[in-house]
């Protein structure tokens, strides 16, 4: 594989996908073979529009191919497992689009045969490669915060109605709404910097989107293995939307990150640079889905993909596997039962 170009199929033609292909298209080292959806018509579209080969509504025809080295997962949230299943079946990778599946018992039994197989689990969390995001991690592990105090994460954005149609907002494939679809991001952010919740007291409501079967706003209380505590707040009902807000805070310092823009980046001891953190220009590369899904940019996905070839080709280490993006299911799990049951829930 060193030698040539990794070979991508890509499961499903909707909006994702076209990211997905976009990023493919502009690595160094992969390269789109086929891609499967269940209207042809619309397959045949999407395969025409990024000069793929292969279009086919059969997922064995994909997994089938020999010059196909990984397989992108792009299909509802609740619809990630099957279709990942026949790929490592077939001795594929697979990159999963967020979340990575809507229970932790999906989510094991995708990582479980994946592990079996000795394949790689590659989940879309392309938050993580923004500039910002990776200051303020290396901040964090550098221990110039010292002892974390408070860890929060506020993603207050707006979706129009017509969003609402089709599989979004259902629990059946979307597993719910403003807090897994919209907010994961976020939660991954926090779970990464100040390490996984041990347990989170929650509620969720419907304030505008009250035709849908999930959440459209949801606050949850949080409590770290460490001793610090934290708050989630999410909602797809707030007009205009708003950046998404990490706080992490600290006995000698606290930082606060809005998309990929570091806003606040305070210390009790100094060091040199400190003072152009701030005011330094923002890496917008990746966009913001604050107001409308389809705002984001593909630039993000090309890092991570970027990342998984250079993986599978030069040993580079993964910047996140499959174990770490099941944390941001477990937390979203654990917040959901809560706010189910009124009580206290340990995240597992």
Not at 14 to 26: F, L, Q, T, V
Not at 32 to 58: N, P, Q, S
Not at 310 to 339: E, M, N
Request: net charge neutral; aromatic share 6%.
């Amino acid at each position: 594989m060193s030698q040539n170009p990794v070979g991508f199929g890509i499961v499903g033609v909707g909006m994702i996908a076209d990211y997905h292909a976009r990023a493919i298209s502009e690595t160094v080292g992969g390269r789109l073979v086929g891609v499967v959806g269940r209207d042809a018509a619309k397959t045949k579209a999407f395969a025409e529009k990024h000069a793929v080969a292969l279009a086919t509504t059969r997922l064995e025809d994909l997994v089938a191919r020999p010059d196909i080295h990984v397989i992108c997962v792009a299909t509802p949230s609740g619809a990630h497992l099957e279709p990942a299943l026949a790929a490592i079946r077939a001795g594929k990778h697979v990159v999963i689009e967020k979340p990575l599946e809507i229970t932790t018992a999906r989510a094991d039994a995708l990582l479980d045969a994946a592990r079996a197989a000795g394949v790689t689990v590659a989940p879309i969390f392309q938050s993580r490669f923004g500039e910002g995001a990776r200051r303020v991690k290396a901040a964090i592990d550098a221990g110039r915060l010292g002892r974390l105090v408070l860890a929060s994460a506020y993603v207050k954005w707006y979706r129009k109605p017509e969003y609402y149609t089709g599989w979004k907002g259902t629990l059946k494939l979307d597993g719910g709404g403003a807090v897994i679809n919209q907010s994961i991001h976020g939660l991954d952010l926090l779970q990464w910097f100040a390490g996984l919740p041990e347990e989170v007291f929650a509620w969720k409501t419907r304030r505008v989107h009250t035709g849908i079967e999930a959440e459209d706003t949801a606050s949850a209380t949080l409590r770290f293995p460490g001793g610090a505590l934290g708050s989630i707040e999410a909602t797809t009902a707030a007009f205009p939307g708003w950046q998404r807000r990490i706080e992490i805070c600290g006995e000698n310092g606290s930082i606060a990150l809005e998309d990929d823009k570091i806003t606040r980046w305070d210390f009790r001891t100094p060091e040199p640079g400190d003072d152009k953190v701030v005011s330094a220009v923002a890496d917008g590369a990746l966009g913001s889905g604050a107001s409308a899904p389809n705002a984001i940019s593909h630039q993000g996905h090309l890092r991570q993909i970027q990342n998984l070839i250079d993986s599978l080709t030069k040993g580079v280490p993964l910047a996140i596997d499959g174990a770490d993006a099941r944390k941001a299911v477990a937390l979203v799990c654990a917040l959901y039962q809560s706010a189910e049951t009124g009580r206290p829930v340990r995240v597992v």
